[in-house]
């Protein structure tokens, strides 16, 4: 079951995130920051498509599976242009590049990134974080 999660409660999140996230540093900081981004883009969503909750989005998939996944949420906007194509990372054992809807599972698990990737991932986050305050 998922939380009927409404424009407001995502509003609110989204600047509760936020702010938590500059009060904290390193991966908390960026685990926050993705949330924030997360919450804000729904509530966006929500309003803009005149539904209540997420659990009034028809497509189940939105929500179910790719809830985490701001590249889509971006496409269902159409803010791709303003947004900017979301990085890409590598972790910093090695492997293949991850998209950024992993990047919350790496942050929360103390998985560590490749720091220049880390660093490109924050900075998206916070200019997406910017772009959300003027929707808001």
């Known amino acids: ?3 009927p999660a409404g424009v407001s409660e995502l509003r609110q999140a989204f600047h ?3 702010g938590a996230s ?12 993705f949330y924030a981004a997360e919450c804000g883009i729904k509530s966006i969503w929500l309003r803009r498509n005149k539904l ?3 659990n009034d989005i028809p497509e189940p998939t939105l929500i179910s599976q790719d809830g985490h996944n701001l590249d889509r949420w971006i496409k269902e906007l159409k803010i791709s242009a303003i947004a900017g194509t979301p990085p890409h990372f ?3 054992r090695g492997g293949s590049t991850l998209d950024i809807e992993k990047a919350h599972q790496a942050w929360r698990y ?4 490749n720091p220049q990737d880390e ?6 986050l ?3 974080c910017n772009w959300i305050k003027g929707e808001i």
Not at 22 to 33: A, P, V
């Open 110 to 113: 103390n998985i560590r990134m």
């Open 52 to 54: 209540k909750t997420i």
């Open 1 to 3: 079951m998922i939380l």
């Open 16 to 18: 509760t995130h936020l």
């Open 22 to 33: 500059e009060q904290t540093k390193g991966i908390s900081s960026h685990l926050l920051l």
């Open 119 to 124: 660093a490109a991932l924050v900075q998206w």
């Open 126 to 128: 916070e200019n997406l």
């Open 90 to 92: 590598r972790l910093a």
